[in-house]
């Protein structure tokens, strides 16, 4: 017998497809994708399908839903965090984060990560597999259906590298962004990545109008290369070029991230190499206090040192933000929940 497909991973063309291949009417599809985001559960509850075509899509898909397996709520800022677990059995992390303009999921795009970022907690099991569209979909929905209420802002910035799955994650956006899908507008996701090259061309080559974020989190490529091992691959100079190549298609602002670690990428010094790589670009640097994970070895940055570090951007002219710090007391860093569950 054939493998039952994922309902969640089929857009609006797929499903016309489908049903011109089984010889049934093709308006069918527009019915069947409106009660994926009314969020059936059951190709029953499609109460204007006739009995026919329920069985036919019985057979041939299922409809995704994560299960929480592990949850945890922080009162003081209302975010949550999710261990959720996918039809095979493994597990992924999201956040929920509540902010005055709405609701923002943060969202994994893979189970586990190839990148293996020194300070980060996703790639310490290595890599499993790739999300495909549909599961991330059901990561906000799933999200949406334990809050009850609608996620207006989605990042991609849980465990994964968006761009080392590609195909998939543009299907994502283009699926969560469908007025007759989640209608979560453009403008309202960042996807981030840790800067694979060529997929920055490719993405702006796609004209699409969500907000593309950069962990940079070093001004030189000796800091760069021991924190990330992209780096050895697509250094910082390819980088800005992609980067500038970027901005110049879209019109778009990038944001950098970068996450302070003590006496590692946070000196003054540090700070000038960066405003000086940024200067003129059309950009916004997030720094990002670094989340202690256990056995690492980093640190977070003093007070002080952040100050210092913002002053100097803001001085030479580039526009910083400091990141609040949401959800620190519930493991609320990449990876981290995962890792202390398994
Ligand atoms: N792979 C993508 C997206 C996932 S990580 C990327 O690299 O951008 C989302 C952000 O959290 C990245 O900027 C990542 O570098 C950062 N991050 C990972 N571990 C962290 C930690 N311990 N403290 C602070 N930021 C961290």
Same mark, same amino acid.
């Given at each position: 017998?054939?493998?039952?497909?994922?309902?969640?991973?089929?857009?609006? %063309?797929?499903?016309?497809?489908?049903?011109t291949?089984?010889? +049934?009417?093709?308006?069918? #599809?527009?019915?069947?994708?409106?009660? @994926?985001? *009314?969020?059936?559960?059951?190709?029953?509850?499609?109460?204007?399908?006739?009995k026919?075509?329920?069985?036919?899509?019985? =057979?041939?898909?299922?409809? #995704?839903?994560?299960?929480?397996v592990?949850?945890?709520?922080?009162?003081?800022?209302?975010?949550? =965090?999710?261990l959720?677990?996918?039809? !095979?059995?493994?597990?992924?992390?999201?956040?929920?984060?509540?902010? /005055?303009?709405?609701k923002?999921?943060?969202?994994?795009?893979?189970?586990?990560?190839?990148?293996a970022c020194?300070?980060? #907690?996703?790639?310490i099991g290595?890599?499993?597999?790739?999300?495909?569209? &549909?599961?991330?979909?059901?990561?906000?929905?799933?999200?949406?259906? !334990?809050?009850?209420?609608? @996620?207006?802002? @989605?990042?991609? $910035?849980?465990?994964?590298?968006?761009?080392?799955?590609?195909?998939?994650?543009?299907?994502?956006?283009?699926?969560?962004?469908?007025?007759? &899908?989640?209608?979560?507008?453009?403008?309202?996701i960042?996807?981030?990545?840790?800067?694979?090259?060529?997929?920055?061309?490719?993405?702006?080559?796609?004209?699409?109008?969500?907000t593309?974020a950069?962990?940079?989190h070093?001004?030189?490529?000796? /800091?760069?290369?021991?924190? $990330?091992?992209?780096?050895? *691959?697509?250094?910082i100079?390819?980088?800005?070029?992609?980067?500038?190549?970027?901005?110049?298609?879209?019109?778009?602002?990038?944001?950098?991230?970068?996450?302070?670690?003590?006496?590692?990428?946070?000196s003054? !010094? #540090?700070?000038? =190499?960066?405003?000086?790589?940024?200067?003129?670009?059309?950009?916004?640097?997030?720094?990002?206090?670094?989340?202690?994970?256990?056995?690492? &070895?980093?640190?977070?940055? /003093?007070? %002080?040192a952040?100050? *210092?570090?913002? !002053?100097?951007l803001?001085?030479?002219?580039?526009?910083?933000t400091?990141?609040?710090? +949401?959800?620190?007391?519930?493991?609320?860093?990449?990876?981290?929940l995962?890792?202390?569950?398994?």
């Amino acid at each position: 017998m054939e493998q039952k497909m994922n309902i969640k991973d089929y857009d609006i %063309q797929d499903l016309e497809h489908y049903f011109t291949e089984k010889k +049934l009417p093709k308006f069918r #599809a527009s019915q069947v994708f409106e009660w @994926i985001y *009314k969020d059936a559960a059951h190709f029953c509850e499609m109460t204007n399908l006739p009995k026919q075509v329920i069985e036919e899509l019985d =057979k041939d898909f299922y409809i #995704a839903r994560h299960k929480i397996v592990e949850l945890q709520h922080s009162k003081n800022d209302n975010t949550r =965090k999710y261990l959720f677990e996918l039809s !095979d059995s493994s597990t992924v992390e999201c956040v929920l984060m509540e902010y /005055t303009y709405g609701k923002t999921a943060c969202i994994s795009t893979q189970v586990g990560c190839k990148m293996a970022c020194t300070f980060c #907690a996703s790639a310490i099991g290595g890599f499993i597999r790739n999300l495909s569209c &549909g599961e991330m979909l059901e990561e906000v929905m799933a999200i949406s259906r !334990d809050v009850k209420d609608r @996620i207006s802002n @989605i990042v991609l $910035m849980g465990m994964g590298e968006p761009f080392d799955n590609y195909e998939e994650i543009i299907k994502f956006l283009k699926l969560v962004n469908s007025s007759k &899908g989640l209608n979560v507008g453009m403008r309202h996701i960042t996807l981030s990545t840790s800067g694979i090259v060529p997929k920055i061309y490719d993405f702006a080559d796609e004209q699409l109008q969500c907000t593309l974020a950069i962990s940079l989190h070093a001004s030189d490529d000796a /800091t760069r290369n021991a924190l $990330m091992p992209v780096n050895k *691959k697509y250094n910082i100079g390819k980088l800005m070029e992609a980067c500038k190549y970027y901005i110049n298609k879209t019109n778009r602002r990038i944001t950098y991230e970068y996450a302070l670690i003590k006496d590692i990428n946070d000196s003054a !010094d #540090a700070a000038d =190499k960066l405003a000086r790589l940024l200067r003129g670009q059309l950009c916004h640097v997030n720094l990002i206090p670094m989340n202690t994970v256990e056995g690492k &070895g980093f640190e977070k940055s /003093t007070k %002080q040192a952040v100050a *210092k570090f913002r !002053d100097v951007l803001e001085k030479q002219g580039i526009e910083v933000t400091v990141r609040r710090e +949401l959800g620190s007391e519930i493991d609320a860093a990449c990876g981290q929940l995962r890792r202390r569950v398994q």
